[in-house]
């Protein structure tokens, strides 16, 4: 029975040994391509967003219940922890988010170069050399764009970031409307770059589809660095509505520091 329980003990060891060195070498392995998710998950402050449900008052002691938000995704680059980065291809790099779509929160990437990733950068909108190859050099976006709304017309270009619903506020008692849309509006573009550092490394692997996990807070588009009062906006009481001027460039700063990653899995 001694004899029997120690090779029942060294065949255990010996099995155990060999799965962890297959994992081991399916870790290992950085060769060939993969897969990459990259989540958009919305919140407002330190709360997950739900749409339609009044919201902790903001700096500005304003409430706000959100019924829109969407934004354009575009532009992803990795970067390596050898500083090496690999630019996701630009005929593919054009993604929309909608909080009411949860089939748009995972933009999958695919053939992406295997190895530890420790950085990533996007933008936010459709960047300027894009635009300007016109209305046929869009490819599927543009009627993608026209179908979820954030296309003002071809002339008036992209919407990049529609935030919207109503709010009140000591000096507007009654649920008013807001809407903020960034685009190009005059001389100002309005389109940014995000990089962010991640916790821990992306391990893209061909047997390996790491995601990550990233957190919009929504409630800093009005209330970031640049406070933008919603009631003093609320123009004869007709709402809130701000598509362009000075405040775009000021919600446009916001959207920029409004994302962080919160954790990643390498699956």
Known sequence: MKFRSILFSALAVSALS?????????????????????????????ND???????????????LKVSTVKYIISNMVLTKADGTTFTYPKSQSYFIVNE??????????????AGDYTKIKFGVGV?????????????????????????????AGYKFVAFEGTFTS?????????????????????????TLNLPTSAKVRKTIAPDIHIIT?????????????L?????????AMIMGGSQLPLITANVKESFRVDHVHND
């Open 18 to 46: 060999m799965t962890s060195c297959d994992k081991d070498d399916t870790v290992t392995d950085v060769s060939g391509t993969g897969s990459l998710g990259v989540e958009f998950d919305n919140a407002f402050g330190d």
């Open 49 to 63: 967003l739900i749409l339609g449900v009044a919201n902790a008052a903001n700096s500005q002691n304003e409430v």
């Open 100 to 113: 009411a779509d949860t089939n748009t929160h995972v933009l999958e990437l695919s053939n992406v170069p």
């Open 127 to 155: 960047d300027k050399a894009q635009f300007d190859l016109g209305a046929q050099g869009q490819g599927d976006f543009l009627a993608l764009a026209q179908s979820e709304g954030m296309l003002w017309s071809w002339s």
């Open 170 to 194: 000591p000096t507007v008692t009654t649920d008013t409307s807001y809407m903020v849309h960034t685009g190009q509006t005059g001389t100002d573009y309005n389109y940014t770059e995000v």
């Open 217 to 229: 807070d929504v409630a800093k588009f009005v209330d970031g660095t640049n406070k933008i009062n």
């Open 231 to 239: 009631s003093a906006a609320n123009s004869m009481g007709m709402g």
